[in-house]
């Protein structure tokens, strides 16, 4: 799927020769982004690409695009990344073998360089390049870089991983004033400059509600949240903070997604409109969930009244008439 594609695309009569869509499509693929682009002008956004959902290079390009997209329609799109399978894979390559407290791999002195040296020499260049394929936009850093990301160790027995206590916006504010495209890397430090690996959705929820940020967007290697793990056809579509305390209650969120849905539901508290879960490895899928009609992957709203609840697609659904949705007022400005 493209974002110029539409269900009428397969069977209009007058399709361009080999590209597939009629005139007509294309125009109204772009006249629907309209509203959109007029909504979200100005709107910081985050975007979490994990680790996993980063793929091959037709992926990272179309990853690039869509947040160059963003951009010059006037966006001001904030990356983070994470690359848990990057810095395996090196540390497989040195024959580094890991040490496991409680099932959790414990980040020695050793790993943390590596993982240091993947995220933010590999995996965060090679983001910037892509993206600056387009021109000069994107820079790169480090949640150390304008001590970004002050942080403790988290438990003594994990090592070398951080829990975040203080987010310090303002070497992105200073980037986004100059319209560049910030682009973290998930490393923290201490008070004292001990660099610290942090999880990158614990980053991106952080560095979403410091910037009060519009919306934070999770890219991930599922199609979203899910009721069962093991059927995508149990996709949770929209659900609010108070759903989802009682899923954690309940137990169906594991692993990766735990971190996740604690950023989103902390980007949403934050006074983020809406934080999202979607499937990175569909083509485009940035800018199907910001720019079309199309309701993709998980959205996490605020949901009692009084919030920021409101309906997420322009034209859709008459607020009052939403049960959820007395108050239309968002701290967004929409
Ligand atoms: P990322 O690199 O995007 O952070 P993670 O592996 O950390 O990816 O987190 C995503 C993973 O969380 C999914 O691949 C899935 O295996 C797991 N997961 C656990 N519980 C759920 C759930 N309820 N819904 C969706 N995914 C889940
Ligand atoms: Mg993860």
Same mark, same amino acid.
């Given at each position: 799927m493209t974002a110029l594609d539409s269900p009428a695309a397969a069977t209009s009569a007058a399709t361009v020769p080999g590209r597939g869509y009629s005139p007509e499509d294309r125009a109204r693929a772009l006249v629907e982004a309209l509203p959109y682009i007029q909504r979200f002008r100005g709107a910081i956004v985050v975007v979490k690409m994990g680790g996993n959902a980063m793929g091959d290079d037709e992926s990272a390009r179309t990853f690039a695009e869509d947040i160059v997209m963003l951009r010059s329609v006037g966006l001001k799109? *904030?990356?983070?990344?994470g690359g848990g399978p990057q810095i395996d894979d090196l540390l497989r390559r040195l024959g580094k073998t890991s040490q496991f407290h409680n099932g959790l791999r414990v980040t020695d002195a050793e790993t943390l360089e590596?993982?240091?040296m993947v995220l933010v020499g590999k995996v965060g260049r090679d983001i910037v390049g892509q993206?600056?394929?387009? +021109?000069a936009y994107a820079v790169g850093l480090s949640g150390e870089d304008g001590n970004l990301i002050t942080a403790e160790v988290r438990q003594p027995e994990l090592g070398y991983v951080g829990e975040i206590t203080k987010v310090n916006p303002g070497i992105i504010l200073r980037l986004l004033a100059e319209d560049m495209i910030p682009v973290i890397s998930s490393i923290g430090s201490t008070d004292g400059g001990q660099a610290l690996n942090i999880n990158a959705d614990t980053v991106a929820g952080a560095v979403g509600g410091a910037l009060g940020a519009e919306k934070v967007i999770y890219l991930t290697n599922v199609p979203g949240l899910l009721t069962d793990v093991n059927d995508p056809s149990t996709l949770v579509a929209r659900v609010t903070l108070a759903e989802l305390d009682a899923a954690i209650a309940e137990g169906t969120i594991? +692993? +990766?997604m735990v971190p996740k849905v604690a950023s989103c539901m902390e980007a949403v508290r934050a006074g983020a409109v809406s934080a999202h879960m979607l499937d990175g490895r569909i083509p485009h899928v940035l800018l199907l969930e910001l720019f079309t009609?199309?309701?993709? +992957?998980?959205?996490? *709203?605020?949901?009692h009244p009084g919030s920021a609840v409101v309906a997420d697609r322009p034209g859709s659904a008459v607020v009052a008439d939403h049960p959820d949705s007395e108050d239309s007022t968002t701290p967004g400005g929409n």
């Amino acid at each position: 799927m493209t974002a110029l594609d539409s269900p009428a695309a397969a069977t209009s009569a007058a399709t361009v020769p080999g590209r597939g869509y009629s005139p007509e499509d294309r125009a109204r693929a772009l006249v629907e982004a309209l509203p959109y682009i007029q909504r979200f002008r100005g709107a910081i956004v985050v975007v979490k690409m994990g680790g996993n959902a980063m793929g091959d290079d037709e992926s990272a390009r179309t990853f690039a695009e869509d947040i160059v997209m963003l951009r010059s329609v006037g966006l001001k799109p *904030v990356v983070v990344h994470g690359g848990g399978p990057q810095i395996d894979d090196l540390l497989r390559r040195l024959g580094k073998t890991s040490q496991f407290h409680n099932g959790l791999r414990v980040t020695d002195a050793e790993t943390l360089e590596v993982a240091r040296m993947v995220l933010v020499g590999k995996v965060g260049r090679d983001i910037v390049g892509q993206i600056n394929v387009h +021109g000069a936009y994107a820079v790169g850093l480090s949640g150390e870089d304008g001590n970004l990301i002050t942080a403790e160790v988290r438990q003594p027995e994990l090592g070398y991983v951080g829990e975040i206590t203080k987010v310090n916006p303002g070497i992105i504010l200073r980037l986004l004033a100059e319209d560049m495209i910030p682009v973290i890397s998930s490393i923290g430090s201490t008070d004292g400059g001990q660099a610290l690996n942090i999880n990158a959705d614990t980053v991106a929820g952080a560095v979403g509600g410091a910037l009060g940020a519009e919306k934070v967007i999770y890219l991930t290697n599922v199609p979203g949240l899910l009721t069962d793990v093991n059927d995508p056809s149990t996709l949770v579509a929209r659900v609010t903070l108070a759903e989802l305390d009682a899923a954690i209650a309940e137990g169906t969120i594991s +692993g +990766g997604m735990v971190p996740k849905v604690a950023s989103c539901m902390e980007a949403v508290r934050a006074g983020a409109v809406s934080a999202h879960m979607l499937d990175g490895r569909i083509p485009h899928v940035l800018l199907l969930e910001l720019f079309t009609d199309a309701g993709i +992957g998980t959205m996490v *709203v605020a949901g009692h009244p009084g919030s920021a609840v409101v309906a997420d697609r322009p034209g859709s659904a008459v607020v009052a008439d939403h049960p959820d949705s007395e108050d239309s007022t968002t701290p967004g400005g929409n």
